[in-house]
Structure formats: structure tokens, C-alpha cells
């Protein structure tokens, strides 16, 4: 069975898609989640679900330690679901070809430093959009900007505030997450 390590800072309704679908189709296994926020939700869904869970700060993310904690979970994918931090050199290069985004938009537009969650909602209101998505895309030392995997769009209504269009986009999100990890995973 194939390990996947969740990598989230917030709610993590990402991460639960994704241990729902897992749990269902039994190819894969969550066998950590790793976040950098103290009091972020989706450190409950590590405790409801059972599944290890690291905490991580600067000083820690990207050390010997915890690559070697991860290492000996060989995981196939690793899966960044609304994290925040960019990843160091060290992890990245510990983890070639291992490290895949979901970017709540279709980037290249949209993308970059502090485009992030709501950020990237409120942008595209602001500029009128009619449309926007989300991007899964392999991790490289430049953020949100290694080869997409996929793209799937959604419209933008006129009357949209930024959380309808963030509930529209979570949707996509949680339908399309899941079973791109399951293609990439076949495919391994
Ligand atoms: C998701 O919409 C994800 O695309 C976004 O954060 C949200 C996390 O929601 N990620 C980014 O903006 C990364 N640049 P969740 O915690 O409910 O999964």
C-alpha cells in the first residue's frame, strides 16, 4: 500500500478528502500529517482519524530530523493541502519528483508569494474574473511554479463573494484532489 504524507496549516477539509478517499479505495494510507500551525484544524482530524502528527516550526522544517522521520515512511506522494510555507531545498531534494501542490486558482495567474486562500478569492472579485479554478502542480524551489499536473475550471458569478467563490473552489478541490493522488499513484 502507498504512503502519502499531508502536508496543511489550516482547516484541512483538503486533508480529509483526501484520508475519505483513501480510506474507501485502500490503495493509499495517510501516515502523517505535518503543519506549522499551532491550533490549526486539521490537527483534530490527525487525532479523530488516528493519524501521526508533527508539529513543525521554522528552526525544525527541512532539518536532518525530521526528513529521517519522514524517510522512514517512504512515502510515494507527499501533498501539500493549503500549506503555507514555502519548502526548503533540503526537502525537496530529499523527495524528487515526490512533492505535489493545490493551488486555489488557475495559475500562472493568481499565483506567487501572499496569493494564498482568500487572497486569492478577493483578487479575482476585484478584477471582475468570469472565471477561475484550481491547479495541481509538482513542487519546485520556486513557489507555485513547478509543472502543472491539472487544471479544472469554475465559472465566477457577478453576485460572488469571496466565500461563495471559496466554497465553489473547495468543491472542485476536494472532487479533483483525491483522485489526481490516485492517477499519479498508479502510475508509480
Ligand atoms: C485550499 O483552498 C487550498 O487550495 C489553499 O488553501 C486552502 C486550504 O483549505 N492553498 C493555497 O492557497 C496555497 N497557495 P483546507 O485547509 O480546507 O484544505
Redesign the pocket.
Known amino acids: 500500500m502507498h504512503s502519502i504524507i499531508i502536508f496543511?496549516s489550516?482547516?484541512?477539509?483538503?486533508?480529509q478528502a483526501i484520508i475519505d478517499h483513501f480510506k474507501q479505495n485502500g490503495q493509499a494510507k495517510v501516515s502523517l500529517i505535518v503543519c506549522n500551525k499551532p491550533g490549526a484544524g486539521?490537527r483534530d482530524i490527525a487525532e479523530r482519524e488516528h493519524i501521526p502528527f508533527l508539529a513543525i516550526n521554522k528552526e525544525t522544517f527541512g532539518e536532518a530530523m525530521m526528513i529521517e522521520q519522514m524517510t522512514d515512511l517512504n512515502p510515494s506522494l507527499i501533498v501539500l493541502?493549503?500549506f503555507?510555507w514555502k519548502i526548503p531545498a533540503s526537502v525537496i531534494q530529499a523527495f524528487p519528483n515526490k512533492i505535489i501542490n493545490?493551488?486555489?486558482a488557475l495559475l500562472p495567474a493568481y499565483g506567487g508569494k501572499g496569493?494564498?486562500?482568500h487572497h486569492?478569492h478577493n483578487a479575482v472579485i476585484r478584477n471582475k474574473e468570469k472565471q477561475s479554478g484550481i491547479t495541481i502542480h509538482h513542487v519546485d524551489e520556486v513557489y507555485d511554479n513547478g509543472n502543472t499536473i491539472t487544471q479544472a475550471c469554475c465559472d465566477v458569478l457577478a453576485t460572488d463573494s469571496p466565500d461563495d467563490l471559496a466554497a465553489r473552489?473547495?468543491k472542485l478541490?476536494h472532487f479533483y484532489y483525491p483522485r489526481t493522488i490516485e492517477f499519479l499513484l498508479k502510475s508509480m
Not at 489550516?10 to 486533508?15: E, H, I, L
Open positions: 496543511a489550516g482547516a484541512g477539509s483538503n486533508a486539521v493541502a493549503g503555507l493545490i493551488h486555489p496569493m494564498y486562500g486569492v473552489i473547495h478541490e
